[in-house]
Antibody
C-alpha cells in the first residue's frame, strides 16, 4: 500500500539548520510530485510548495523562498525538507504529501513536529 | 493568491445530525476545490476532490457541491469518527491555498 513515512520530531535552537525526510513506498516515486505543508501549533494548513520528482526542480510559495530547500534522493524514494537559520516561528508540524492524479494531496505523511527554542 | 474562507470555524453537532461546512474562494476557481479531514492525532485524509468526487474509501455520507466561489461539504448523518477538523483547498491557481478550517465537535 502507498505510504509516506516521515522522520522523527526535532528540537533545535534558533540559527541552526535541520533536514527532515519523507520516504515513499508502494508506488513509483518519480511518477508523482511531492508537496510540503506547514501547520503551526493550533493553526491551519499552510502550503509551502512542491518538488518535481523527475527533474528535482523545486517550486516554493512566497513565504518559503528564503530559508527552505526541497531536495530528493530518488534512489531511496525519499524527499527532504531542509530549513536553514531556524527561527522561533518555524516551530510547527511539517507534512509531505503526494501530488496525485485526483488531487494535489492524495496521500499524506504523518508529519514531523519541529520545535525551535533557545 | 486565492484566499479561502471557511465557515463556521466551529460547529457543535450531535450523532446522526446532518451538517454542512461552507468554503468561499476570493475568486472563481472552476470547481478545483478539495476537502480534507484532520483527526486529533494529526492524521490528514483526503475526502473529496474536484468539488464533488469522493476519494476511494470515503463513506457515502460525505458529499460535496458548489461552483464559482462557493462550495460546501455535507455529512448526511454524523458518526463518532467524523468529529475532526475539516479543510477546503483550491488548486485552480498556484500557490494552492487552504481554508482556515472547521472544527466539528460533539455537542
Amino acid at each position: 500500500q502507498i505510504q509516506l513515512v516521515q522522520s522523527g520530531p526535532e528540537m533545535k535552537k534558533p540559527g541552526e539548520s535541520l533536514k527532515i525526510s519523507c520516504k515513499a513506498s508502494g508506488y513509483i516515486f518519480t511518477d508523482y510530485a511531492m508537496q510540503w505543508v506547514k501547520q503551526a501549533p493550533g493553526k491551519g494548513l499552510q502550503y509551502m510548495g512542491w518538488i518535481n520528482t523527475q527533474t528535482g526542480k523545486p517550486t516554493y510559495a512566497d513565504d518559503f523562498k528564503e530559508r527552505f530547500v526541497f531536495s530528493l534522493e530518488t534512489s531511496a524514494s525519499t524527499a527532504y525538507l531542509q530549513i536553514n537559520n531556524l527561527k522561533n516561528e518555524d516551530t510547527a508540524t511539517y507534512f509531505c504529501a503526494r501530488d496525485g492524479s485526483s488531487s494535489p494531496f492524495d496521500y499524506w505523511g504523518q508529519g514531523v513536529m519541529v520545535t525551535v527554542s533557545s | 493568491d486565492i484566499q479561502m474562507t471557511q465557515s463556521p470555524s466551529s460547529l457543535p453537532a450531535s450523532l446522526g445530525e446532518r451538517v454542512t461546512i461552507s468554503c468561499r474562494a476570493s475568486q472563481g476557481n472552476s470547481k478545483n476545490l478539495n476537502w480534507y479531514q484532520q483527526k486529533p492525532d494529526g492524521t490528514i485524509k483526503p475526502l473529496i476532490y474536484y468539488t464533488s468526487n469522493l476519494q476511494s474509501g470515503v463513506p457515502s455520507r460525505f458529499s460535496g457541491s458548489g461552483s464559482g466561489t462557493d462550495y460546501s461539504l455535507t455529512i448526511s448523518s454524523l458518526e463518532p469518527e467524523d468529529f475532526a477538523m475539516y479543510y477546503c483547498q483550491q488548486d485552480a491557481s498556484f500557490p494552492w491555498t487552504f481554508g482556515g478550517g472547521t472544527k466539528l465537535e460533539l455537542k
